[in-house]
Each structure stands twice: as structure tokens, then as C-alpha cells.
């Protein structure tokens, strides 16, 4: 009896993708099916980054079909493709970037930026175009973090090119104040300042700009959720009390502004000696996921207090580049992977899609 296409979806319907928790039928990814004969050609698109897992994928789905084919081939091609996905409403994605992550907390010390730094690179390592944004304007840290120094180019005079480092695209106030130069600047400079970083940087094709938020949940916090176009925000907080009562503000302030919260990241999770490898809760445990459990949202992973962490991000190589093969790097790629699955649940963005309509009166 020869296959069918059928035969083969339901022996894909089978084969449950590790990244998602679902199969590859029901989440659509199932492409270009064609049967002829005992020969099996399709392709697997992935919605989410994942340079690391295509490997094991694309053997998994071979050893589905494999009593399918007969003495057949089968022709698979597994791939990712990013795309763009629904914002605020009344606001528009940017031009060149297709989705928008915010990382923030309610407070400040919790390693925020140094989480976000790592997802932006642990993002580009399994394959994504990541660009990052410091939006902390009193406290601009990325371009000592990712070891980039200098100013920006412009090639208009009234727009600037993203500087590099690491692979991504990064635009700071950093590359243009002097270093030791305090920002005595009230709110609305601020925002406005921060508003012309993201709309005069020439990203380049960014399929995730993570934006390294300031702290806190003030007036500044406010604008900027309101009006960038952001895809999802992800909390980082510490297990401690005092951090996760600040972390629950940031979770109400996105989502009083309509911004889905795609996970937390629970930061300092345990401390690690760096003398003899003991590991212990110092700031408490269970936070996060009592957190998560209350809002009713994911614990995206548990980063633990290192010191070499800390060290390979003072020196302008974060972990993820520093030791890419490290099983910190690990929890940061499988952070990163969640946050984009998260992403690409989502509503895909319409608005290109739909004509402007304009009345004129004769």
C-alpha cells in the first residue's frame, strides 16, 4: 500500500518538538509536503532561532517517516524563519525590525542588563539578527559590556549607523557622551533622547531588538511602554523579598499598557563558591516560581550568582561568548529559545498587510 501526504502527517503528529512541547502538525510547521511514489520531500519551519537544535530535530523527524518511505528518499529541510508579530494597540513595528523584547525590573542590581546582554547574544548564536538598545540613559552600560567603543557613523547627517560587537547591532548614549559625563537630564529629555536612539539607528533586518530597559517603573518606564512597539517584555528579578515586591510593579506596568509578559528570569538563583564549587540560596528560594505561579506566567530559567559571570561581562565578552560551550551559556540559550517561542505564539502583526485609507473632499 503506498503512502499518502496523510500517512505523513500523522506520523508527524507523533513527533513532539522538544523546544515547544507540541507537535509539528498542529503548530503548522509542516511545509511543502509532497509524496511521489516511495520518495518524501518536505520542509519543517521553525518559528523560534535554533542553530543549536536543528540537528536533532531533523533526526528525530527521519526516524518518523523512515518506515514510511520504503526504499524511497526523503528530502528534508528544517529551518527557522523569524517573523513579525503584533505590538500595542495604536502603535506600529519599526521599520527593520521585526520584533521588540523588553527586558526590565522593578528595581536596579539584579543583573538586568547583564541578562539581557546574554539573551541578546545567546539569540544570535543559535541564529537570529539581534540588535540590543540601552535604553538605562542615566546608567548606559552595553557598550562596556560588549567591549565596543567609539562614535557612530552617520552617512545623512540626521541618522546613525548601529555600532558592532560581538555579531549584534547595539545603539547606546554611551557611544555619545564621555564616559564620566554624569546625564543630569529630567524625564522628558530622557525620553525623547531615548525615542531618537531607537528611530535614528539604521537597524539592519533585526528580527529581535532587545531593549535594555532603565529600572524601575517610573514616568520614564511608563513613556517608553507606551510608545515603543513592543512584542513582549521579560521580568528579571532575585529570589530575594525585596526584589520580586519591585518585580510584581514591573509585571503590572506592562500589563497596563498592553504589553504581554513572556516569562521571568530569575537572576542570583543560588551562589556558587569559587573556591570549592559549594552552592547555596543566599538570597532565598522559590521566588520566582511563586511569582510566576501568582501572575500566572513562565519561569523562563535560574541563572546562578558567579563570579565569572560577573568577569567575563566587566571585560567586553559576556558569558555566552566567553565560554560558549559552558553550562551557563546553556540555561541562557534555552532562556533565549523560550523567550522566542513565547514570541512566536503570538498574533503575527497585520498591519503591512492592510491599505491606508484616505478620504478626500472634493
Known amino acids: 500500500m503506498s503512502t499518502t501526504a496523510e500517512d ?30 516511495g520518495d518524501i520531500s518536505l520542509d519543517i519551519e521553525l518559528g523560534y532561532p535554533a542553530r543549536s537544535q536543528i540537528d536533532a530535530l531533523r533526526s528525530a523527524v527521519l526516524a518518523a517517516l523512515q518506515p514510511l518511505a520504503g526504499g524511497g528518499k526523503i528530502h528534508l529541510n528544517v529551518y527557522s524563519k523569524i517573523i513579525s508579530h503584533t505590538v500595542q494597540r ?37 541564529g537570529a539578527n539581534v540588535g540590543i538598545l540601552d535604553a538605562d540613559i542615566y546608567g548606559p552600560s552595553q557598550p562596556m559590556m560588549l567591549g565596543v567603543s567609539g562614535r557612530p557613523m552617520s552617512n545623512d547627517g540626521k541618522t546613525m549607523e548601529p555600532m558592532e560587537g560581538h555579531g549584534i547591532q547595539v545603539s547606546s548614549i ?13 524625564g522628558p529629555m530622557v525620553t525623547q533622547a531615548l525615542q531618537q536612539l531607537l528611530d535614528q539607528t539604521n537597524w539592519r533586518d533585526v528580527d529581535y531588538l532587545i531593549v535594555d530597559m532603565p529600572p524601575g517603573t ?5 513613556t517608553l511602554s507606551q510608545k515603543v512597539p513592543v512584542t513582549g517584555a521579560v521580568i528579571v528579578t532575585t529570589p530575594q523579598d525585596i526584589a520580586l515586591l519591585d518585580a510584581r510593579k514591573g509585571f503590572k506596568m506592562f500589563e497596563k ?7 521571568v528570569v530569575e537572576n542570583m538563583s543560588t551562589h556558587i563558591c569559587s573556591n570549592c564549587g559549594h552552592t547555596e540560596e543566599i538570597f532565598g528560594a522559590g521566588g520566582g516560581e511563586k511569582m510566576c505561579a ?9 541563572l546562578p550568582l558567579k563570579m565569572a559571570i560577573r568577569e567575563q561581562t566587566d571585560s567586553g565578552k559576556p558569558t555566552v561568548v566567553a565560554d560558549p560551550d559552558g553550562a551557563v551559556t546553556a540555561i541562557y540559550k534555552d532562556i533565549a529559545r523560550k523567550v522566542a517561542i ?10 503591512s498587510k492592510f491599505p491606508s485609507i484616505v478620504i478626500k473632499h472634493d
Open 8 to 37: 505523513v502527517k500523522a506520523a508527524l503528529s507523533k513527533v513532539i518538538d522538544p523546544n515547544t512541547g507540541k507537535d509539528f502538525v498542529s503548530t503548522k510547521s509542516v511545509r511543502n509536503l509532497k509524496v511521489e511514489g
Open 257 to 263: 499598557v498592553g504589553i504581554p509578559i513572556l516569562g
Open 294 to 302: 501568582d501572575f500566572g506566567t513562565t519561569l523562563l530559567g535560574k
Open 218 to 222: 517610573g514616568d520614564i518606564q511608563l
Open 342 to 351: 513565547s514570541v512566536a505564539e503570538k498574533a503575527k502583526d497585520m498591519s
Open 174 to 186: 554611551g557611544f555619545l557622551i564621555d564616559p564620566d559625563e554624569p546625564m543630569v537630564w529630567r
Open 90 to 126: 495604536g502603535l506600529k513595528p519599526l521599520p527593520n525590525v521585526k520584533n521588540i523584547i523588553a527586558v526590565a525590573s522593578g528595581k536596579g542590581g539584579v543583573g538586568k542588563s547583564t541578562t539581557a546582554v546574554n539573551l541578546a547574544l545567546a539569540l544570535a548564536a543559535e
